[in-house]
């Protein structure tokens, strides 16, 4: 089974928007959804369940959820998971100005771990201006994955721009796992961050994404599989394909604990 384990869908939902969605999707067995941070998480998170609901074969939809906002508490977090069912939850803690183990935070992972649902935190590839980009360091999610060893974390993208952090986290903690977001533009990237991953022996926890829809999960597919090509003639590392292989059919489901219709 191919699992893209960072995709994301309009809020608006548009046809057209879903159309193209769905076909970028064919490709892969099941996508995760990730919901985007807005105003009010519940109206996301029930636009969200409507759309993966009428495909649950398909999609794994994550909530979204705004710590210093939101209620956190096992009953609040169950309902806005359990009853539209969705399969884990999304945080955006450079975007919405909170540090990864904020006290409401830190009740939000007890809350998702005593779920059983995996949390996943998202890296904008281009943050905003507003963002607080020291929040976005992976390094600050060692506390919460040293404090809940059971919870199932995330680093979205890598962690970019701190790659680095994100494989000592990778390194460090049993728990933790890498969303590998492949953009198919920056082949040099890809290839410098696999062979990374490689020579710290952590291949076994990246996930593979394409982070739809800045790009489609064939296209990573393709440019994952084929980087080491264009080191022909050279005498640079290469990383062996079935390794590469491995990442793509990873059984990230079962990684994360999470049952679809599948």
Request: hydrophobic share 40%; glycine share 8%.
């Amino acid at each position: 089974m191919i699992v893209d384990c960072h995709t994301h869908i309009s809020a608006a939902g548009d046809n057209v928007q879903l159309a193209d969605y769905l076909m970028s999707s064919e490709t892969v067995d099941v996508c995760i959804v990730l919901a985007t941070a807005g105003n009010s998480s519940r109206q996301t998170n029930e636009k969200l369940a409507a759309y993966a609901g009428k495909y649950e074969e398909k999609m794994a939809g994550f909530a979204t959820v705004e710590p210093t906002r939101d209620n956190v508490d096992v009953k609040a977090i169950a309902s806005a998971t359990e009853k539209l069912g969705l399969k884990g939850l999304v945080l955006y803690c450079s975007t919405c100005g909170f540090h990864p183990t904020h006290s409401k935070a830190m009740r939000l992972y007890e809350s998702a771990q005593e779920l059983g649902l995996p949390v996943f935190f998202h890296n904008e590839y281009v943050p905003k201006r507003q963002a607080i980009l020291e929040y976005a360091q992976p390094m600050l999610l060692d506390e919460a994955a040293r404090t809940f060893p059971d919870l199932k974390i995330i680093i979205g993208t890598m962690g970019t721009p701190f790659v680095e952090q994100t494989l000592l986290m990778l390194v460090k903690h049993e728990n933790v796992y890498a969303d590998l977001t492949i953009k198919p533009g920056s082949v040099w990237e890809v290839y410098n961050t696999v062979t990374a991953a490689y020579e710290r022996g952590v291949m076994n926890k990246l996930l593979f994404g394409s982070g739809f829809p800045l790009s489609t999960a064939g296209e990573c597919m393709e440019t994952l599989l084929g980087f080491n090509r264009f080191l022909a003639g050279t005498n640079l590392p290469i990383v062996p394909r079935s390794v590469i292989r491995d990442v793509i059919e990873r059984d990230t489901l079962g990684l994360l604990g999470i049952k679809t219709k599948v």
